[in-house]
């Protein structure tokens, strides 16, 4: 079926239901991220694969709401469809809620599925939608129109050691209900799949490129139970919760579970799915907070810290690889964008502990590297030769942490334009590294920092310059970003960030520039006490694109002392022809 005959299905099942509207967002029961193949309902009915961005099908329109991140990917992937592009965070684009107010008649109905809309979005409808007397329902319409969808997988459940972990079960679950009991709470209800894995020291691989798997947690003062599929729990693992007090149920016990509960006051995120909420609401008292382990897990522990030191340099190693073999031989044997990001996940695989990628590769030569979150297909991906620049975003999963690191490079002639360019993204990710900034600061605050130097010549990007990263975990994790959205989070010791400006030419070229930087104590003044950045990834950048005036001494300086640590941590790993032209690539500037 092409996207227009599954609205057209769609749209009869919404006739069937007297619904004038009905929203499909990108999110499963644990409104995660990224999606087990059976819960992509958005992806299946509009061809748009990006992360982000839901779809609304009225009677005779359909549109598709995304962010900054995804508007050339998400022009290319609705052509045909049918559906609408709205470019969220630009002037004219309406909010969703209020266009589907004009578009449907007055005492309405609008659907939804209730399993993958999360409690916040759901009262915000209903505030919108019941002043104007129009009725929100729950109805899961997709499942009578998606006749293919998966079924789970029965990817095993296996234990992350307490020695990667840093901390035992028996201490998270403590160090949680300490917390919910100065918040007054009797049961708290863990539902996103991070912080399930997280809080058990376990993990999976029921979302690609993710090591989660499909669980829940409930816990009150005297138990803990984790509802997951029973037959996927390895031997250790099952040890592993008999010994914290874990009582193991079936993944479909859980919201009967929850309708047990009376009387109790329940601490539950507001990004839970309002079907949480539909089966707890009634009989108790809701506590709506975010997840105590959510912070607890962005604050990385000494030992998870080293484990991200460690795989640094395994990484480092690959791409270096990578980068001699990409530069060396395009132009001279065929390849593909595809075959390129195939190429890069195997000299990460030749790395010890290494479990796979941490998201689809982002290889993007000439003009695709201005798609910020391009995914190059097997079939039909650009050819890339030796004549231009190209993007290459990328990270790996190893049993000790997880990485993520992009570089921008010439693999033949490019304009003085992009040079300048791509050394303004770069002083912005330098200026970003040195940084000293006070307890307390946010992500919203050091943001302007990246962007200052693009900013001076009248450019931005329309993306956030860092984002949370897990250990051995999502490489999207919260709740600290650095972007320009307001977030009340502040910057902790321990926190792991990505930092990648970057500045991208639609139909030419796009730039970025990537490491991964912790939060570490610095000093304490009379002023207070200062926070820096840790740099955790180590891999050179291109002096042939770095036009040095632009630079300053400081930043210089930052530049040399960072690739003679690149040279002091992964120069012992190479040799021959690879380690000439690595010295090379990191001889001062």
């Not at 079924?151 to 992350?160: A, E, G, L, Q």
């Not at 946010?442 to 900013?455: E, H, N, S």
């Not at 897990?470 to 994790?477: I, R």
Request: proline share 4%.
């Amino acid at each position: 079926m092409t996207s227009k005959e599954k609205i057209a299905a769609l749209r009869g099942e919404m006739q069937e239901n007297n619904v004038d509207a009905f929203i499909v967002y990108s999110a499963d029961p644990h409104m995660s991220e990224y999606l087990p193949e059976e819960w992509q309902e958005r992806a299946w009915l509009s061809g748009f694969l990006g992360s982000a961005g839901f779809v609304v099908v009225t009677k005779d329109k359909a549109g598709l709401w995304t962010d900054g991140r995804y508007f050339t990917q998400a022009a290319i992937e609705l052509e045909g469809s049918g559906i609408d592009l709205f470019k969220e965070g630009m002037e004219g684009t309406p909010n969703y809620i209020d266009w589907i107010i004009s578009e449907i008649p007055a005492e309405g109905r609008v659907g939804v599925n209730a399993l993958a809309t999360s409690h916040a979005n759901w009262e915000l409808l209903t505030e919108k939608l019941n002043a104007k007397n129009i009725m929100l329902v729950d109805l899961p319409l997709l499942d009578n129109v998606w006749k293919e969808r998966g079924t789970p997988s029965k990817n095993p459940i296996f234990v992350h050691p307490v020695e990667r972990a840093g901390k035992s079960v028996v201490e998270k679950i403590a160090a949680i209900r300490q917390k919910m009991e100065s918040m007054e709470a009797t049961v708290h209800v863990i539902s996103s799949l991070d912080d399930v894995a997280w809080t058990l020291n376990l993990r999976g691989s029921d979302v690609q490129s993710n090591p989660v798997f499909l669980g829940y947690i409930v816990i009150t003062k005297n138990d803990a139970k984790l509802f997951t599929d029973l037959e996927k729990l390895e031997v250790e693992a099952r040890k592993q919760l008999d010994e914290a007090w874990v009582k193991m149920m079936p993944y479909e016990e859980f919201y009967n579970c929850l309708k047990e509960f009376k009387d109790e006051k329940v601490l539950v995120s507001p990004n839970s799915n309002q079907s949480i909420f539909e089966a707890l609401k009634s009989e108790n008292n809701m506590i709506k907070a975010p997840v105590p382990g959510n912070l607890m897990k962005a604050q990385k522990n000494e030992t998870e810290l080293e484990g991200f030191r460690k795989v640094m340099v395994r990484d480092g190693v690959a791409m270096v690889k990578f980068l001699y073999w990409l530069t060396h031989n395009a132009g001279k044997e065929p390849m593909t964008e595809y075959s390129i990001g195939e190429k890069l996940r195997d000299f990460r695989a030749e790395g010890e502990n290494f479990v796979g990628e941490s998201f689809g590769s982002i290889v993007g030569y000439k003009d695709n590297g201005a798609i910020m979150h391009y995914s190059a297909k097997s079939e039909g991906s650009k050819e890339v030769t030796n004549d231009a620049s190209i993007l290459v975003d990328s990270g790996g999963q190893y049993l000790e942490g997880t990485t993520d690191i992009t570089r921008t490079f010439a693999l033949g002639a490019v304009s003085d334009e992009f040079k300048r360019n791509s050394t303004l993204v770069l002083q912005g990710m330098i200026r970003l590294s040195m940084v000293k900034f006070p307890k307390g600061t946010k992500g919203v605050q050091l943001d302007a920092i990246a962007r200052l130097p693009l900013w001076m010549h009248g450019k931005d990007f329309n993306h956030g310059t860092g984002h949370g990263v897990g250990s051995f975990m999502n490489v999207h994790e919260g709740p600290q970003n650095i972007r320009k959205d307001m977030n009340p989070q502040e910057l902790l010791p321990g926190m792991v960030c990505s930092n990648e400006p970057g500045y991208y030419v639609e139909g030419e070229y796009g730039i970025r520039h990537e490491n991964l930087i912790a939060v570490r104590d610095s000093e304490t003044t009379d002023s207070g006490t200062f926070y820096e950045f840790e740099t955790l990834t180590f891999c050179p950048f291109f002096k042939d694109t770095i036009v040095k005036e632009i630079l300053s001494e400081k930043e210089i300086t930052w530049l040399n002392a960072y690739h003679q640590t690149c040279a002091e941590k992964l120069g012992p790993h190479l040799e021959g022809e690879v380690k000439e032209w690595f010295n090379e690539l990191v001889s001062p500037l």
